[in-house]
C-alpha cells in the first residue's frame, strides 16, 4: 500500500512523539541518577558519580537485589518447566478440556496484579499457615511463577505450532527413542525459544511489585518494594534514582535478548 508524503510524514511525527511520551521519563530517571542535586529537580544542577558509590554500599538496596534475583530465578525455573510441559501437551496432544487447559493457563497474565495478590494470599493463609509455612521467598516465588508460567507457555506453543512434528515423526519412524528424539530433534527447535521465554520470565519476576507485597513477609523485600518504600525519603531519592536506573537496564536486557533468540524460529543457536 502506497501512503501520500503526507501522509507518511503524520505518521513519522505520530510515532516519535509517542516513543517520546513512552521513554523521555526513562532518560530524565536516568539523567536525575547522574544529579548533583539531591532532590528530582529538572534540569540536573551538576553531574557526578557519587549516588552511584552511594548506592553500591547501600545494604538496603544491595540485599534487596539479591532477594529480587532469587526470586527471579526461582520463578523461573518453575515456569519454564511447568509452561513447556503444559505448551506441549496442548500443541502437540488432543484431549478433553484442551481449550479449557489453554484458558485457564493463560488467565493469570490477564487478571489484575491485585486480585492475583488478593487470592494468592488468602490461599497461602488457608494452606500453608497450617502446615507452618509462613510467608516469605518461597510464596513469592510461587506467586511469581503463576504469571512467569504464561510467558514461557506462550513463547513455547508458539515455536511449535511454527515447526509443526513433521521432523519429530520422521525420527521416531526411523527408529529413534523418545529421549532421543527430544535431545536431537525437538530441544535444538525449541531451545532459543525456551531462552526468550526464561529471559522474559524473569524480567517480569524482577519488576514485580503488587502481587510481592501481598506475597512477601516484612523480612523479605525485593528491589521494586525498596524502591517504593525508600521513594520519599530525601537521604535516598538520588539513591533511589539510580536503583530505578539499574533496574531500567536489567528489564531491557532480557526483552532485546529474547527479541533477538525469538526472529530465527528454525535456529537451534544460542
Known sequence: MRLSPGLRWTLRVI??????????PLVIVIMNSFNKSRTFAFPPTGVTLKWWHAASQSSG??????????????????AVVLGTMAAFAVQRYNFFGKNTVSFLVILPIALPGIITGIALNATFR???????????????????????IVIVYNNIQARLRRTGSSLVEASSDLGATGWQTFRFVTFPMIRTALVAGALLAFGLSFDEIVVTTFTSSPDVQTL??????????PNQAPIVDVVAAVLIVLAVVPVWLSQRLGDDPSSGRI
Do not use: E
Request: net charge neutral; proline share 3%; hydrophobic share 60%.
Open 224 to 233: 521494586p518494594l525498596w524502591i517504593f518504600a525508600n521513594l520519599f525519603r
Open 15 to 24: 510515532t516519535w512523539l509517542v516513543l517520546l511520551f513512552l521513554y523521555a
Open 126 to 148: 488457608t494452606v500453608f499457615d497450617p502446615l507452618g509455612i509462613g510467608f516469605g521467598l518461597t510464596t513469592v516465588i510461587i506467586g511469581h511463577a503463576t504469571f512467569c
Open 61 to 78: 538496596a544491595l540485599d534487596a537485589l539479591w532477594t529480587s534475583v532469587k526470586a527471579g530465578l526461582g520463578a523461573t525455573a518453575i
